[in-house]
């Protein structure tokens, strides 16, 4: 009995062991992990019948409407332009999205924690997004797990498509929401906000929890059966040895 008792320990502690767990909040911002692809870079133009203008890091970054309608007439933009852009030309980050990356193999549960985003921030009908609060995250799981086989990647999308006409109201119609992820062994996962490439004056910003699913410690009556299993075994391999 002492035998079987001491095994049980063993087994508690390994798989309590096993049973390890990850857990962090990260926030992602409305402008710079904003575009239409994870990994894309940062870039803003004026896009017009006949061709298109870059804007670079070196301009002064804008605040307002009236400023992006300057800088088009100081340097003879052509009249039916629109603003075109991915990311945020004027941060360090010069990538869309955020990540985690070499992942250990396991269930990853994403839950919404916080925040809200607005396209089109600071007015100028550059689209039909003016005043719209959204939570809505995009991920996309590199080497991820569905029905029991190990794909590239598959993309996921957490909270609403649904507008909202403030962020208190925007972050309550997600509140509480979570998807849940199987990733293998060195699996990724990025985030980024989806962005219509038309809006380049975001605002805001998302958190989020990301923390893996511990497996289930088994019954006491399943290790109780393991252990008398191991120990028939050990009792039959002495016999066989002797």
Do not use: C
């Not at 692809?37 to 006949?50: D, E, M, N």
């Not at 003016?130 to 569905?146: E, K, P, V, Y």
């Not at 109201?169 to 490439?197: C, H, K, R, V």
Request: no cysteine; charged share 15%; hydrophobic share 40%.
């Amino acid at each position: 009995m002492r035998r079987i008792f001491s095994l049980i320990i063993v087994l508690v502690i390994i798989f309590g062991l096993t049973a390890t767990t990850f857990a962090i909040h990260m926030t992602i911002d409305a402008i710079e992990d904003a575009g239409q692809f994870p990994g894309q870079g940062a870039y803003l133009k004026f896009v017009y019948p006949s061709g298109y203008y870059n804007v670079t890091a070196a301009d002064p970054p804008w605040t307002s409407s009236s400023q992006v309608y300057a800088y088009a007439s100081s340097h003879s933009i052509p009249e039916g332009w629109h603003l075109e852009s991915a990311g945020n030309i004027w941060s360090s980050d010069q990538f869309v999205g955020d990540a985690l990356t070499n992942l250990d193999m396991g269930i990853y549960r994403i839950s919404v924690v916080s925040g809200a985003f607005m396209y089109d921030s600071f007015g100028g009908g550059w689209s039909h997004y003016g005043d719209q609060w959204r939570w809505q995250l995009h991920i996309q799981a590199l080497r991820a797990i569905q029905g029991g086989e190990i794909v590239d990647y598959l993309d996921y999308v957490l909270g609403s498509f649904y507008p909202y006409n403030s962020a208190g109201q925007a972050l309550q119609g997600s509140l509480g929401d979570y998807i849940d992820i199987p990733l293998a062994e060195g699996g990724s996962l990025i985030f980024w906000i989806w962005d219509n490439p038309f809006t380049m004056d975001n605002s805001g910003n998302e958190t989020f929890s990301v923390e893996t699913i511990p497996a289930p410690i088994p019954e006491p009556a399943t290790i109780l059966l393991l252990g008398s299993g191991l120990l028939g075994l050990f009792g039959f391999w002495k016999k066989f040895k002797n």
